[in-house]
């Protein structure tokens, strides 16, 4: 917890010293340590649930009395707090005795607290640190990282702890590629799952390492994807496999839809009147065809597949592969779910049947394309407008569409599927 300081009116404040990568903090304010702010078991702890290791000072010479002593109090009981002393108070209140105080508080926190030789003092159950640096200080009070991962800040991480003994981990990748990472998590005795954001599917990753009070799980993140990683089970045995793979067997590919797709496009919306063949999957912008070109809105895709037999043990995904920005999949009419982030794919087996299966997609774009395309018209024949436009006829277009390869897969296969051209 970042205090942010008394000496002016302020909402936030600064990391000072920077925190490592592999923790989370919050700012706080006087009102808040005073008000609410107690210890329980060696950890500052919040009304609401919320603990925190170290209390941080800002890097200021002023504290007012009262507060001083609420934190007095907290070290007593247990707190860690880091920074520098105090040597008088902000406020005009009760001179010159309120400085006075500050500096007797301050001295017997602080004590000889020297930053080039002795760092740290204990005082009561808790201890003063100054002149450490977070990674210095985590190490001396023997606190690992809550989620450790690269360094690069690729990987953004949140935390949330339930009072049943979950712990839900949320990691985001925040590139545009691939990431396989393998995060050590605060995390002893339980076994991680793998929560999809977008879908709510979940299921048990067996690839971990429990060791040293912390638990790494090998994960592959898509570019930009999100997943939920969730402790909420004793693990019944240690993992022997830290390989990503055994957390993400390899689907086997039973059909490739990316083929001979009917697309039709709404005609209010400038596309064409017809349904168009698309013999492959493609990007729109690629069209010589305005009305493809430059088309913003819904655009249905059409398909079909023949399945000989299902085998009721087994799951079958379909996978559109990319596709800007959102869609939609149904399955013999039935709405399978939507997509509009990696990875880009559904289960799909309660709504497949044997013998001949359709697909359906709705592909839907914003409508950049379509101010760009109609800045190429003379006025009256344009549909769109807006006030501030940061496009011109010559601006690059947004790639949009359905790009596939578009595939029906299992991990372990479904009997014979077949594809019809």
Known sequence: ???????????????????????????????????????????????????????????????????????????????????????????????????????????????????????????????????????????????????????????????????????????????????????????????????????????????????NGVTAVPLKLAPFESAFIVFRHKSGEKATSYNPEANYPATQ?????????????????????????FDSLKDWTTFSDNAIKYYSGTAIYENHFTIDSLWNTHEITIDLGKLTAMGKVYINDSYAGGVWTYPYRLKITPFLKKGTNTVKIEIVNNWMNRLIGDLNLPQSQRTTWCFVNPYNKDSTLQPSGLFGPVTLCTSCGIGNIHYNH
């Open 1 to 211: 917890a970042y205090f942010i300081g008394e000496d002016t009116p302020k909402m936030t404040g600064i990391t000072d010293p920077p925190l490592p990568i592999g923790y989370q903090y919050d700012y706080i304010n006087a009102e808040v340590i005073e008000r609410d702010m107690t210890v329980k078991n060696g950890l500052l702890t919040l009304p609401h649930g919320t603990q925190y290791r170290i209390l941080v000072l800002p890097q200021l010479e002023t504290m007012r009395p009262g507060l001083l002593k609420k934190i007095r109090q907290l070290v007593q009981a247990g707190a860690v707090v880091m920074g520098p002393a105090p040597r008088r108070s902000p406020s005009l209140q009760n001179q010159p005795e309120a400085d006075k105080e500050v500096e007797r508080i301050a001295d017997e926190l602080w004590g000889d607290i020297d930053e080039k030789s002795a760092k740290f003092r204990f005082f009561g159950k808790g201890t003063v640190i100054n002149g450490m640096n977070m990674e210095e200080a985590m190490a001396f009070i023997k606190c690992v990282p809550d989620c450790k991962l690269p360094k690069d800040n690729s990987i953004h991480y949140g935390h949330r702890a339930l009072k049943n003994g979950t712990e839900i981990y949320f990691i985001s990748n925040q590139t545009n590629k691939e990431q396989i990472i393998t995060p050590e998590f605060r995390v002893k005795g339980m076994q991680p799952e793998l929560w999809e954001p977008t879908t709510g599917y979940t299921r048990l990753l067996p690839a971990f390492d429990d060791k």
């Open 253 to 277: 590919l039973v059909a490739d839809l990316s083929r001979n797709w009917t697309v039709t496009f709404d005609p209010l919306r400038g596309g064409p009147s017809e349904p168009v063949r």
